[in-house]
């Protein structure tokens, strides 16, 4: 089963883009897994095979009492050699307690095979997946640094701003677009802008980690000020916009 699950969820020599997608796949091939144990009711079906184990206990139990009650057999013979036989109303819940007792053991069968081991494969695959996950965040941090440094690289190459600026409108279909502006907090519409932290104009770089998805208003009033001057300008919440840049992966 190990040497299965490291070969099926090894690290590809991938595109960071397709390591990306892999991610977002097994993400979700995780959430399908905790949904169908939640949905099976594992707890509820292990508490329902308790009850029939503990019913067909109590059937045994019964049947056996049941036996004991006998009477006499018919006819001359039988009654000189004191034979007994089961009464014929005991018989009667007898053979009703060893039909129930079928229809018992087939739950219980099917309870064992098909939820407990069930639930068993889908914590197993999801630890499993959730390592993979791990391997592919690392492998994903290291080909994004790689990157993060291809594109300094190139930023310090640019002679101009205006260079950078065309690196930057390059470097802007890479981020990923965050649902609220850091900086106010209102949700971002399809107007949003692509906002250098820290500005072009005073040598920030068009880098990832320099650019994040703003508000068209932020964006316009922050012009080629600073972050603290921005912050300390329009009197804004210093530590809410740090902890939301913090959360997006900038540097600030």
């Known amino acids: 089963m190990k040497n299965y699950y490291k070969s099926k969820f090894s690290i590809p020599k991938s595109t960071l883009p397709t390591l990306k997608k892999k991610r977002e796949q097994t993400l979700a091939e995780i959430a399908k ?135 930057g409108d390059t470097i802007k279909r890479k981020i990923p677009k965050n649902s609220e502006c850091p900086y106010c907090g209102i949700a971002i519409t399809s107007t949003a802008h692509a906002d250098h932290i820290y500005p072009i104009s005073r040598g920030g770089e068009s880098v990832v980690k320099n650019m994040v998805y703003v508000c068209s208003s932020c964006n316009l009033k922050k012009k080629d000020y600073t972050l603290n001057q921005f912050i300390d300008k329009f009197n804004l919440d210093r530590d809410a916009i740090f902890g939301k840049l913090k959360s997006l992966k900038k540097d600030y």
Do not use: H, W
Not at 39 to 68: F, G
Not at 96 to 107: F, P, S, V
Not at 123 to 148: G, H, M, N, P, V
């Open 33 to 167: 897994l905790e949904s169908e144990i939640t949905v099976s009711n594992i707890p509820m079906k292990l508490a329902e095979l308790e009850s029939l184990e503990k019913k067909e206990s109590e059937n045994y139990s019964k049947i056996s009492k049941l036996k004991l009650q006998k009477q006499p057999k018919t006819g001359l013979i039988n009654r000189l050699l004191l034979e007994n036989e089961i009464k014929p109303e005991a018989l009667k819940e007898i053979n009703r307690l060893e039909q129930e007792q079928i229809t018992l053991r087939t739950k219980i069968r099917t309870l064992e095979s098909l939820k407990i081991k069930k639930q068993s494969y889908n914590s197993d695959s999801i630890k499993y997946k959730q390592e993979f996950i791990e391997k592919l965040d690392a492998r994903i941090t290291f080909l994004e640094s790689k990157k993060d440094k291809l594109d300094s690289l190139k930023n310090k190459a640019a002679k101009t701003s205006l260079e950078r600026r065309v690196i």
